[in-house]
C-alpha cells in the first residue's frame, strides 16, 4: 500500500502531496579525498522522518586519477539517525566484487568496497535497500574514503544521486 493512503473524497492539501514525493538530491560538484577516512559526503544527502521505512535508489559515480596503485579504490557506506537500519547492496559495482547486502545500524552504517579506479574509467556503485528509521529523524548521508590513504584523490563526481520513497 502507497504511503500515505489516500481515498475517494480526501482533501489534497499541499502537505498531502509533498509527502508523495520522494527524497532525492543530485550531486552538483565533483569531491576529491586523499584519505582512508570515512567521512559524510558534502552533498549526497537527505533528512528523513522518525519511525518510517523509505526504498532507497542512487547512482554514485566514482574514479581516482592515473598513477594511483592497483590496492587503492573506494570504501562507501552511509551514516543515518540513531535506531535507524539499513539493508542494502552495492548491485552495480563495476567489477565482480561486493555484490552483498548488508543489515546494519545506524550511527555510521557499514560499508562496501569499490573496485579500483583510475581517471580513465569513471566506476559507479547503484546503491539499492531499505532504510527503517527508529524514534529519531536526522539526516541519511553518503559516506565514503579511499580504501587506503593516497596521494592521488579519489572523486565522487557531480550528477551522481541518491533517493529516498517513503513507504511506510
Do not use: C
Not at 539517525?81 to 555510521?108: E, F
Amino acid at each position: 500500500m502507497p504511503y500515505p493512503s489516500l481515498y475517494a473524497g480526501q482533501i489534497l492539501t499541499p502537505e498531502l502531496l509533498s509527502s508523495l514525493m520522494p527524497l532525492e538530491v543530485t550531486k552538483l560538484a565533483d569531491e576529491q579525498r586523499t584519505n582512508a577516512t570515512m567521512a559524510a559526503d558534502s552533498e549526497l544527502a537527505l533528512s528523513v522522518a522518525a519511525n518510517a521505512r523509505y526504498e532507497l535508489t542512487g547512482y554514485v559515480i566514482y574514479s581516482q586519477n592515473a598513477g594511483a596503485s592497483a590496492t587503492t579504490g573506494a570504501n562507501f557506506g552511509w551514516s543515518g539517525p540513531a535506531g535507524a537500519t539499513l539493508q542494502w547492496t552495492s548491485g552495480g559495482t563495476s567489477g565482480p566484487a561486493n555484490l552483498t547486502t548488508q543489515d546494519v545500524t545506524a550511527g555510521n552504517l557499514s560499508s562496501v568496497r569499490g573496485q579500483p579506479a583510475n581517471g580513465i574509467t569513471r566506476m559507479a556503485i547503484i546503491p539499492v535497500g531499505t532504510l527503517i528509521t527508529a524514534g529519531a529523524s536526522g539526516t541519511f548521508a553518503l559516506r565514503w574514503a579511499q580504501v587506503a590513504t593516497n596521494a592521488v584523490p579519489t572523486y565522487v563526481h557531480a550528477d551522481s544521486w541518491i533517493r529516498l520513497r517513503r513507504v511506510a
